[in-house]
């Protein structure tokens, strides 16, 4: 399922590769943090501090923090806007997160 | 702290022409943007404006002064201008509904960027459009068509989203009660102005239905009630690009020429164009025209008796 959500893919792109929750995934050059993921069919990004429920993305432009999650220990990145680089630990984020978490 | 003439806060249309024609007129200017997106092509455009550039600071307190503290990757930044021009944009109008939090619900523009610009479906290929913003409507459809999407439902009004397995997974109407299975649902209530600067700079502000909602009254020249802080394009009132592009314009020469740059008729000029072809953009503020303010304020000297 997850590899045809790509759009218009010309050509072969430089995969670029990064873990999730302890899963190795693979991005592409170019993608943000949420473009990756959504690439790899995964669909919720955090829960909320008090309600617990799931979110997973809702503007896209920065704004909601709906879609952030923890990246190499730093609670708090929008992955809507952050950049995908090789090596990333993500993981999603439960509440505020906190810093220092990490696989 | 670095200094400048003037600051211009957000990178779209109105920003970049606001920056470009103050600093044409020699004042020393920077051009503050949120995202670190198209920074290239900005740097390039404005670079032989003279023009400075901040990529990926985001603006979180203003005083006067004026003085501006930024969150950037490299920490906490403030930077000091005489001037401050304020094209800040507009935001995606969202409400809440049952289920409107779950994954899956998004913004209109949100869906059309990821398509757009990151080339990835957000979760799924099936679409339902919420929303009455028939511009934003249409360009949305185009650009499901385009990706090989599937526009499952048009829903207008009082929406209801459910789960069954933590994200979207149907929308229905509690108009007719139908129930489509779907992906995604993409809100597009059309678009308010930005004006959270605005008001930390304590600008004043009236309503507008024609505008877009609450936004900053202006001068001729675009200066708000505060002395030296500027407004244009869409945080002033919702409106096209060319609009947004004019008021830059005419705002960085403004602010510009009130540092005694001369703009020569380059501000009566494009005074006049902005009035010809774009007419009811400047909210003045003239006390007869807001009936219910003055009500209030006779009732409450009615009732103390003074």
């Known amino acids: 399922m997850p590899a045809d959500l790509r759009i218009n893919q010309t050509g072969p792109q430089s995969a670029v590769a990064f873990r999730f929750d302890g899963v190795e995934m693979n991005g592409q050059d170019g993608d943000t943090i949420a473009a990756a993921l959504f690439a790899n069919g995964i669909r919720i990004f955090r829960t909320m501090p008090k309600t617990g429920r799931a979110r997973g993305g809702f503007c896209f432009v920065g704004r909601c923090s709906d879609c952030q999650v923890i990246v190499n220990g730093v609670p708090g990145v929008m992955a809507c806007v952050a950049k995908l680089e090789p090596g990333m630990r993500i993981q999603t984020q439960h509440g505020v997160g906190a810093w220092g978490d990490d696989e | ?306």
């Open chain 2, 1 to 306: 702290m670095r200094s400048f003439d003037i600051a211009v806060v957000g990178a779209g249309p109105a920003g970049v022409a606001a920056a470009a024609s103050a600093a044409r007129l020699d004042a020393t200017v920077v051009l503050i943007s949120e995202t670190t997106d198209e920074t290239g092509q900005l740097r390039s455009e404005l670079s032989s404006t003279g023009a400075g550039f901040m990529a990926g600071a985001q603006v979180w307190g203003a005083w006067p002064g004026y003085e501006l503290a930024m969150h950037t990757a490299a920490g906490a930044q403030l930077v000091r201008a005489s001037r401050v021009i304020v094209a800040t944009g507009s935001t995606a109008i969202t409400r809440s509904f049952l289920g409107s939090d779950l994954p899956g619900v998004m913004t209109g523009e949100g869906l059309l960027r990821m398509l757009k610009v990151h080339g990835v479906w957000p979760g799924g290929k099936r679409v339902a459009i919420v929303g009455d913003d028939a511009e934003a409507i249409e360009q949305l459809d185009l650009a499901i068509d385009e990706a090989g999407g599937e526009l499952v439902a048009l829903i207008d009004a009082n929406p209801v989203a459910r789960s069954t397995n933590g994200v979207l997974t149907a929308i229905g109407s509690r108009v007719d009660g139908e129930w489509t299975e779907t992906d995604i649902a993409a809100l597009c209530w059309g678009r308010r102005p930005d004006i959270a600067l605005a008001l930390m700079l304590e600008c004043g502000t009236r309503y507008s239905g024609s505008l877009g909602g609450f936004v900053p009254v202006r001068s001729q020249t675009l200066e708000s009630t505060r002395e030296g802080v500027y407004l244009c394009g869409d945080c002033a009132g919702i409106g096209s690009v060319e609009v947004a592009r004019l008021e830059g314009a005419l705002a960085g020469a403004a602010a510009s020429e009130s540092l005694g740059h001369a703009s020569g008729q380059q501000v009566a000029t494009l005074q006049k164009r902005l009035h010809a072809e774009h007419p009811g953009r400047i909210l003045a503020v003239h006390e007869d025209e807001m009936p219910w303010r003055q009500h209030a304020i006779e009732s409450v000297r009615a009732r103390r008796g003074s």
